[in-house]
């Protein structure tokens, strides 16, 4: 089965949770997540030991506490790359990584939400 090193944000998929960093071991083709300007995946060797995710619902139906490497750097400047990306672009981008934009409407107001959450 394919794995996959999580290079931005999180990953949520059968009841578990990944983080940057951690490597998925998953059926599923996660490039497809990759977008110009926001590298999400990359392909890892089928040896690197895949993590096992954080499960969902530990704390009324949030993740609990999840393992981050340090070490671990993004391909790409987050900051940077979202700062560039269109309202409709972030909207689409926060709805896909899961992430509640709550009251945010503006650019601003979602730049933050969308930082905070990774």
């Known amino acids: 089965m394919p794995k996959y090193k999580l290079l931005d944000g999180r990953h949520s998929e059968s ?3 990944w983080k940057r960093g951690q490597v998925v071991e ?3 083709d996660l490039l497809k997540h990759n977008r110009q300007g926001l590298r999400k995946f990359e392909q890892v060797h089928d040896d690197t030991p895949a993590d096992e995710g954080q ?5 009324g139906g949030e993740p609990g506490p999840l393992h981050e490497n340090p070490a671990v750097v993004p391909a790409l400047p987050v900051n940077n790359t979202l700062s560039s990306m ?3 672009e972030l909207q ?7 992430i509640n934009l709550g009251k945010a409407r503006t650019q601003e ?7 905070a959450a990774t």
């Open 15 to 17: 009841g578990r949770v």
């Open 26 to 28: 998953t059926a599923k």
């Open 55 to 59: 499960l969902l619902g530990s704390k």
């Open 86 to 88: 269109s309202l409709e």
């Open 92 to 98: 689409k981008l926060a709805a896909s990584e899961g």
């Open 109 to 115: 107001q979602i730049l933050k939400v969308i930082r």
